[in-house]
């Protein structure tokens, strides 16, 4: 999966357009994007739109933080709905997620259900910074870890985060954290959403930079922004044709630790590499 559209859960006409648009999946939201007074109507909503026929995106569900005490409601609400995944906003480490996890175990077994994935928000806050490389094994559940900026310049009192030019360093720092625990912890690494919504090469090069750095998907909040996120996680003919090389190569001598390729040596890091170009390339788009 490489692009994920957030959706207003109290929008079922937002909602109709994007199942028949071209995001990967879509992530119906019952956190920011639903007023205190409509989160209940808007769990309905959400459990109608799970119910439709999936024949199209898979439906993620962010669910309110652990800190508001509304995490349960929204879990009782939709499980029985059978989402594809939870997205689990300010997950401030391990501890939190294996507290949802818990929950998940709970209604996966009441109603007969596989295990749930998660996409754990995990740079709202500032104390999830220092927890970001402790996600491995920390339960099977854990799909993605996406970073956050919106959040993060509230928590920290910045002035702004620099998202039109380039974020800014506190930011940055972040998003790399963010990166290298999701490798760390043998997940995806999902970036974060751009904010500019007027200016589609900001989102343009969010999405070609976060590819190049070891992404593997991208969120968005506006459907004009899919299609370029879409173009820069999928791999070009040139490099579906390298991979290709490199994968018949150590094919052919199974226990070479070097192989040579037009002219280069290729060791077992290019292998991986390549098999991640492969698996961007299939058409689950890398569905756990």
Known sequence: ??????????????????????ADALILDLEDSVAAPAKAAARQTVAAMLDAPREGPALFVRVNALDTGLT??????????RPDGITLPKCEGPEDLRRVAHYLAAFEAAHGLP???????ATETAASLFTLGAYKDCDERLWGLMWGAEDLAAALGARENGARQGFHEPFRLARNLCLAGAAAAGVVAVDTICAVLDDLSVVEREAAEARRDGFGAK???HPKHVAAVN????????????AR??????????DAGVVRIDGQMIDKPHERAARKIMDAAAPDRGEA
């Open 1 to 22: 999966m490489r692009s994920f559209l957030f959706v207003p859960g109290d929008s079922e006409k937002k909602f109709a357009k994007a199942r028949t648009g071209d």
């Open 72 to 81: 349960l409601d929204d879990l009782a609400a939709i499980m029985l709905h």
């Open 115 to 121: 295990p749930t994935r998660i996409i754990a928000i």
């Open 219 to 221: 969120a968005v909040i």
């Open 231 to 242: 173009a820069a996680f999928t791999p070009t003919e040139a490099e579906l044709a390298w």
């Open 245 to 254: 090389k490199v994968l018949d190569a150590f094919a052919a001598d199974p």
